[in-house]
């Protein structure tokens, strides 16, 4: 089962990573970008997923998982990922 | 749509027709959970099945669009899709799968992907399938392949079919009802379908 999301999570999280790299580089901030990915980034990806993508969630659902599901996970994987390396980013470096 | 209503018991196979526009794939929507109705009642075995978890567990619906992900080439999506070995090889050993394994989705022509996503659901566990368009824009050697599946699954699976490539679906349902101002009429001879107005005389 983790192998269906795992594919979700990495179609959304590219979309997040590109959205998040662009803020960076806006800003001229890495600490911004990796906040970006932790927090507004992950909302952005998931409006472009459901622009390019939305019809794929049907092959996700017919697998056995939950639109709500899914999101939820995502979220809290990349608040996390986020979060923890915007706190490594700003204590160690 | 109001005071719809019908059965589908394992084996049945009920064909919904209906012109352009009429309702038919907001109907499978609203029964597999993806759209919401002002009011809804499913039941399965005698019991309300009111959580959308519970509802996709049960149903499962083909669309006519091509769900799935295309940069994943076919010998990827398949253990993707069903992680358990047994299932996977009904789909390997398919004669029409096994010559474009090794393809990329995107690459696959229409008739292709619509045919692997159709095994995917056929093979999946819901014990009802709704197709939408499954032989639409399809040349005979899939509507053919499809039809024979259709028919050898049915003694474990109900089928929920909606096709304007209405000779198809003829030839494989026992149950027909049309979808018509907003409501299912019960279809006794398929020539009534010209009475109301579906066919051309």
């Avoid at chain 1, 794929?56 to 990922?81: A, D, P, R």
């Avoid at chain 2, 940069?71 to 299932?87: A, M, Q, S, T």
């Avoid at chain 2, 992907?113 to 709704?130: E, G, I």
């Avoid at chain 2, 030839?171 to 109301?196: F, M, R, V």
Wanted: net charge positive.
């Amino acid at each position: 089962m983790f192998g269906l999301f795992g594919k979700y999570y990495y179609d959304v999280t590219k979309y997040n990573i590109l959205v998040s790299v662009v803020i960076a580089i806006l800003t001229e901030k890495l600490t911004a970008g990796i906040v970006s990915f932790a927090t507004v980034s992950i909302f952005i990806s998931f409006l472009i997923y459901r622009q390019f993508k939305n019809v794929e969630y049907y092959f996700y659902i017919n697998g056995g998982l939950s639109k709500k599901e899914m999101i939820l996970k995502t979220v809290l994987i990349n608040f996390l990922i986020g979060s923890i390396t915007a706190v490594l980013i700003t204590y160690i470096l | 749509m109001t005071d719809i209503n019908f059965k589908c018991k394992t084996g049945d196979i009920v064909a919904i027709f209906g012109r352009n526009g009429s309702g038919k794939s907001t109907l499978f929507k609203i029964l597999f959970g993806t759209l919401r109705a002002n009011k809804f009642e499913i039941y399965f075995d005698g019991r309300n099945i009111f959580k959308k978890s519970q509802l996709n567990k049960l149903i499962g619906l083909h669309l006519q669009e091509v769900f799935l992900p295309t940069d994943l080439k076919v010998r990827d999506i398949i253990p993707l899709f069903f992680p358990d070995g047994e299932n996977q090889k009904k789909i390997f050993h398919d004669p029409l799968i096994s010559k474009i394994d090794t393809l990329r989705v995107g690459k696959l022509s229409l008739g292709e992907q619509r045919y692997l996503q159709f095994l995917l659901m056929l093979n999946s566990n819901h014990p009802f399938l709704l197709l939408d368009e499954p032989f639409t824009m399809l040349e005979p050697l899939y509507r053919d392949k499809i039809k024979e599946k259709i028919i050898e699954n049915r003694s474990n699976k109900g089928f929920i079919i909606s096709d304007h490539y209405y000779q198809d679906v003829l030839q494989i349902a026992d149950n027909y009802k049309l979808l018509k101002n907003g409501t299912l009429l019960t279809i006794e001879n398929p020539k009534d379908l010209i009475e109301e107005g579906y066919l051309k005389r």
